[in-house]
Every structure is written in structure tokens, then in C-alpha cells.
């Protein structure tokens, strides 16, 4: 994790407070390119097997760019909404919930089932709201 993630991580917790659900929300690189997260808060570059922490609470539009493709995302909001984070996140010791989200190589985020781990086949079934297209 870069040091942009552990401000992240160290933000998201502080915010957390401000939600009705503590969380925080990891995306794992599963391309073979390192790849550029832009437009929720500062850049997050993250390398290939390797996941990141974003801003849970990021509204707008996200890039992610990937060495010669890009995609756009209006928002990831409802990747993180109350219900989702319930119904996908992880219950943490410490009592946040964590959504494990993953890249695919084609630009669609799935979400990690609960305990499991990264990568996950991208083709496993996902619950409503899941995978994420770009647009």
C-alpha cells in the first residue's frame, strides 16, 4: 500500500463516523498493469496484484487509467451505500465494515464475497448493483 493509502485509510476511518455504516472500501488491481485511480480525492496509483484503500464517501465521476486503457465510472457511490456496505462488506474487529472490490481486466469491479480473498474469478456470480461497468 502506498503512503496516499494510509492517509486514505486514516481519512476514511475519520469520516466513518459521520455514516450510519463504518467503512472503508479496498480495490484490488487485477490487471496486469499498474493502475492510476483519479477523481476521488488524490491520485492512487496501485500497482498489479495489489489492492488500495479510496474514499468510501467519493461521490463523482472516478478514472482509472491502466498503461493504454481508461475507463470512467459516473460515480462508485452505490457500490457503498448503507445497503450494499450491510449486504456485501465484511464486519472488521473493529467494527467497520470493509467492501473488497476488485478490477477485472476489462473494466468491471466485482465485489469480493465475504471471506475470501483477492483475485476472485471475475465471472463467480455478484449481487445486485455488481459488477460495475464503466461507462
Known sequence: ??????????AVIA???????????????NTPATIAVKGCGADEVVDPGVAA??????RGPVQ???????WRYKTLWRAWSN???LENGEKA???LYQLKLQ???DG??????????YPVDGNARQPRDFPIRPD
Open 1 to 10: 500500500m502506498t503512503n496516499s493509502s494510509s492517509i486514505f485509510s486514516i
Open 15 to 29: 469520516l466513518a463516523g459521520c455514516s450510519t455504516v463504518p467503512e472503508e472500501v479496498e480495490l484490488y488491481n
Open 53 to 58: 484503500a479510496i474514499p468510501p464517501l467519493c
Open 64 to 70: 482509472i487509467e491502466a498503461g493504454e486503457r481508461s
Open 83 to 85: 445497503q450494499s456496505m
Open 93 to 95: 474487529a473493529g467494527g
Open 103 to 105: 478490477l477485472q481486466p
Open 108 to 117: 468491471l469491479i466485482v465485489v469480493i464475497p465475504r471471506g475470501t480473498d
